[in-house]
């Protein structure tokens, strides 16, 4: 059984003392506000969810994870 592999990136938002993240690879998009977990057809759409509630990209914590 083959699977593919993708690497993985995770981008942090700050809103205030509040983080929440979005977890992507390229093909599924998943943001992360403390325990609510929501999933997004594009990475668009979940930076445009967390922008709505006020979150700001906060570029110090990007992460690469393989």
Do not use: W
């Not at 593919?4 to 943001?31: C, M, Q, S, W, Y």
């Amino acid at each position: 059984m083959s699977r593919d592999i993708h690497p993985t990136e995770v981008l942090a938002f700050r809103r205030g003392e509040n983080i929440a993240t979005i977890a992507t690879d390229g093909k599924r998009h998943v943001t992360q506000e403390l325990e609510l977990l929501k999933e997004h057809g594009t990475l668009l759409k979940a930076i445009a969810y967390l922008e709505a509630k006020g979150y700001e990209i906060d570029i110090d914590n990007f992460r690469f994870i393989r």
